[in-house]
């Protein structure tokens, strides 16, 4: 049991500085979308919150197909 206990702590003190680093980018990116473009922001956290509560609305995760991003996928990829 003490070996899983080690390991445990060992992968633990890696992980520890990743997520402080992983939190400073996330609060750093945020705060540039909202320095860009605060109104954009309110509303995808908007769609996101009436999303949690009714999952039958949109899902905010997923963007919808276009005909835009197909055309765009096949010019970039050879021989289509």
Do not use: H
């Amino acid at each position: 049991m003490q070996i899983i206990g080690n390991l445990l702590l060992k992968r633990m003190l890696r992980a520890i500085p990743e997520a402080i680093r992983t939190s400073k980018d996330f609060i750093n990116f945020d705060r540039c979308l909202r320095e860009e473009d605060e109104a954009l922001v309110i509303q995808w956290e908007t769609e996101l919150s009436a999303w949690m509560q009714d999952k039958s609305l949109p899902d905010p995760y997923r963007i919808p197909a276009s005909r835009e991003c197909k055309q765009l996928y096949i010019s970039i990829i050879p021989g289509y």
